[in-house]
């Protein structure tokens, strides 16, 4: 009997040690869940066509899936594939990254352009100077021509009319500067053999100047003291240029005005009260400043006239109501649209681009100049082939 037992337990002691070992030769552990995701940054401030790679590091270490999501709040503002962020235009956006269980972790992305800018927003507005023809029977705002003539107006090139501006748009604060171009010229490998930047097919972008760049035989650079001064002696091509290296275009005729009178509908400027221009607001010939109660164009010796370009904002009291600078002032300003001569006839009354041909429109006025070459409603042009003036510069627009 006692035989037997013994065999019996010997029999269980045996089964419980193989059911031990059966225990622990199978794996019952469970795969190590993600707890977290951590980016490198938590903020990026880039300039739009810039790129910038996010790192992200999951936790713990051993996690078995370590797949990522990533994802953009404002994929107008900025993408982002793999962790790449691309941006595009300006604004705010927020990449997440996410784990596939649902972890987060998420960078703020600031998008600026690479000039400084303002955001024009878009509208029905009157285009062009008032004959006074409407006077006391229009609605003033509204219909053209419904105010008392615009004193010293060009009567061909200058009828009032209405557009309507689909787009808001951003434009550079400031004309763009010696210093600024001479950073595209450099960055795009364009040298200045015979003092002048020219692209393959020989049309000439720039030429050197005292008042504006030079090329030291390995780059350009702006002469002494001008560097924030805006660039001159550039044409319509490295006007044009310029503007699609910063990712935008010139501004058309239509969005310059409308820029230019700072929401001011029916005067002649759109610094101060709107009808007065004297030296102390703006750069130009302050002999000869402006006042539309009293007839316009009038003569003030002792008016400033600086008979040079000036810093960009140097006037920085005379900001118009959009933030902008130098609209009234300092030099003319290469618009998109091609000259075509005449009072606007067939120009379309919704997002003009106008005219064809051989000469560009240029607009604002320039430092040598009397006050009533910048009225808002002012046209000239200039013609395209061949170089710029050397008080001709440009401004950039870009579009949400």
Same mark, same amino acid.
């Given at each position: 009997?006692?035989?037997?037992?013994?065999?019996?337990?010997?029999?269980?002691?045996?089964?419980?040690?193989?059911?031990?070992?059966?225990?622990?030769?199978?794996?019952?552990?469970?795969?190590?869940?993600?707890?977290?995701?951590?980016?490198?940054?938590?903020?990026?401030?880039?300039?739009?066509?810039?790129?910038?790679?996010?790192?992200?590091?999951?936790?713990?270490?051993?996690?078995?899936?370590?797949?990522?999501?990533?994802?953009?709040?404002?994929?107008?503002?900025?993408?982002?594939?793999?962790?790449?962020?691309?941006?595009?235009?300006?604004?705010?956006?927020?990449?997440?990254?996410?784990?596939?269980?649902?972890?987060?972790?998420?960078?703020?992305?600031?998008?600026?352009?690479?000039?400084?800018?303002?955001?024009?927003?878009?509208?029905?507005?009157?285009?062009?100077?008032?004959?006074?023809?409407?006077?006391?029977?229009?609605?003033?705002?509204?219909?053209?021509?419904?105010?008392?003539?615009?004193?010293?107006?060009?009567?061909?090139?200058?009828?009032?009319?209405?557009?309507?501006?689909?787009?808001?748009?951003?434009?550079?604060?400031?004309?763009?500067?010696?210093?600024?171009?001479?950073?595209?010229?450099?960055?795009?490998?364009?040298?200045?053999?015979?003092?002048?930047?020219?692209?393959?097919?020989?049309?000439?972008?720039?030429?050197?100047?005292?008042?504006?760049?030079?090329?030291?035989?390995?780059?350009?650079?702006?002469?002494?003291?001008?560097?924030?001064?805006?660039?001159?002696?550039?044409?319509?091509? *490295? $006007?044009?240029? %310029?503007?699609?290296?910063? !990712? &935008?275009?010139?501004?058309? +005729? =239509?969005?310059?005005? @409308?820029? /230019?009178?700072?929401?001011?509908?029916?005067?002649?400027?759109?610094?101060?009260?709107?009808?007065?221009?004297?030296?102390?607001?703006?750069?130009?010939?302050?002999?000869?400043?402006?006042?539309?109660?009293?007839?316009?164009?009038?003569?003030?010796?002792?008016?400033?006239?600086?008979?040079?370009?000036?810093?960009?904002?140097?006037?920085?009291?005379?900001?118009?109501?959009?933030?902008?600078?130098?609209?009234?002032?300092?030099?003319?300003?290469?618009?998109?649209?091609?000259?075509?001569?005449?009072?606007?006839?067939?120009?379309?009354?919704?997002?003009?681009?106008? *005219? $064809?041909?051989? %000469?560009?429109?240029?607009? !604002? &006025?320039?430092?040598?100049? +009397? =006050?009533?070459?910048? @009225?808002? /409603?002012?046209?000239?042009?200039?013609?395209?082939?061949?170089?710029?003036?050397?008080?001709?510069?440009?401004?950039?627009?870009?579009?949400?």
């Amino acid at each position: 009997m006692k035989r037997k037992l013994k065999i019996m337990a010997n029999l269980l002691l045996t089964a419980a040690f193989a059911a031990v070992f059966a225990s622990c030769g199978k794996d019952n552990s469970k795969p190590v869940e993600a707890t977290g995701v951590t980016l490198d940054k938590t903020t990026l401030a880039l300039v739009a066509g810039e790129e910038e790679t996010l790192e992200a590091t999951v936790n713990p270490g051993d996690a078995a899936d370590k797949s990522l999501t990533w994802t953009s709040s404002a994929p107008e503002v900025a993408t982002v594939e793999a962790g790449a962020v691309t941006a595009v235009a300006k604004g705010t956006a927020t990449v997440t990254v996410s784990t596939a269980n649902g972890e987060t972790d998420a960078c703020k992305v600031t998008v600026e352009y690479i000039v400084e800018t303002v955001l024009i927003p878009k509208g029905v507005f009157l285009m062009g100077s008032s004959d006074g023809s409407a006077e006391g029977s229009g609605a003033p705002g509204t219909d053209p021509n419904a105010t008392a003539a615009e004193p010293g107006r060009y009567l061909e090139e200058e009828t009032q009319h209405v557009v309507t501006l689909t787009k808001d748009y951003w434009m550079s604060k400031y004309p763009v500067t010696n210093a600024q171009y001479a950073e595209f010229l450099n960055a795009a490998g364009i040298d200045g053999t015979g003092a002048k930047a020219t692209v393959q097919d020989g049309a000439t972008l720039i030429e050197a100047d005292s008042r504006g760049m030079y090329y030291n035989g390995n780059l350009w650079a702006p002469a002494a003291t001008y560097g924030d001064h805006p660039v001159i002696r550039v044409s319509w091509r *490295g $006007a044009k240029a %310029y503007a699609e290296w910063a !990712g &935008g275009d010139l501004p058309t +005729e =239509a969005q310059w005005e @409308r820029a /230019a009178r700072g929401g001011v509908e029916n005067m002649p400027f759109g610094i101060g009260n709107g009808k007065v221009l004297t030296g102390a607001m703006a750069n130009f010939n302050g002999h000869h400043p402006y006042d539309f109660d009293n007839g316009g164009a009038y003569d003030d010796e002792s008016g400033a006239y600086v008979n040079s370009t000036t810093a960009v904002g140097a006037y920085s009291a005379y900001a118009n109501d959009y933030g902008l600078y130098d609209m009234h002032g300092n030099v003319r300003e290469w618009c998109l649209d091609r000259w075509d001569g005449s009072s606007y006839a067939g120009s379309p009354a919704t997002d003009p681009v106008g *005219g $064809a041909g051989s %000469y560009g429109v240029v607009r !604002g &006025g320039y430092f040598e100049v +009397e =006050a009533r070459y910048f @009225r808002s /409603a002012y046209r000239d042009a200039y013609g395209l082939n061949g170089g710029g003036d050397d008080d001709i510069g440009f401004r950039v627009v870009f579009y949400p």
